[in-house]
């Protein structure tokens, strides 16, 4: 089993920047899918980025340009840039794994792990 804790969360003002991190603990990593989701206050979970085992992304049309996901197989992380942030950037952030390290995916039915999720708020 894999156990994923996110941290980075904060407030922010629009145009600012914070880093998010997912460490996965209870097994390696290396071979599984990431992704990152949120959910703002009365809507549904979206799609923000994933990265496969080996560094392939894929990102929200949303916020292509402003975020950046990566992973340090080393330390079992996964991060989530987030640049020029905007108030609609406003959620709560999970971090998801899954087995299918080679497939990108934006179902969160694909995904096997989550994390607790960590709040995000971005002032105007």
């Known amino acids: 089993q894999v156990r994923l804790v996110e941290s980075g969360g904060g407030l922010v003002q629009a145009g600012g920047s914070l880093k998010l991190s997912c460490e996965a603990s209870?097994?390696?990593?290396?071979?599984?899918?990431a992704g990152w989701f949120r959910q703002a206050p009365g809507k549904e979970r979206q799609f923000v980025a994933a990265?496969?085992?080996?560094?392939?992304?894929d990102s929200a049309d949303s916020v292509k340009g402003r975020f950046t996901i990566s992973r340090d197989n080393a330390k079992n992380t996964v991060y989530l840039q987030m640049n020029s942030l905007k108030p609609e950037d406003t959620a709560v952030y999970y971090c998801?794994?899954?087995?299918?390290?080679?497939?990108?995916?934006?179902?969160?039915?694909?995904?096997?792990?989550w994390g607790q999720g960590t709040q995000v708020t971005v002032s105007s």
């Open positions: 998801a794994g899954s087995r299918f390290g080679a497939t990108l995916s934006r179902d969160e039915e694909r995904y096997d792990f």
């Open positions: 990265i496969g085992w080996s560094g392939t992304t």
């Open positions: 209870g097994r390696t990593f290396i071979s599984y899918a």
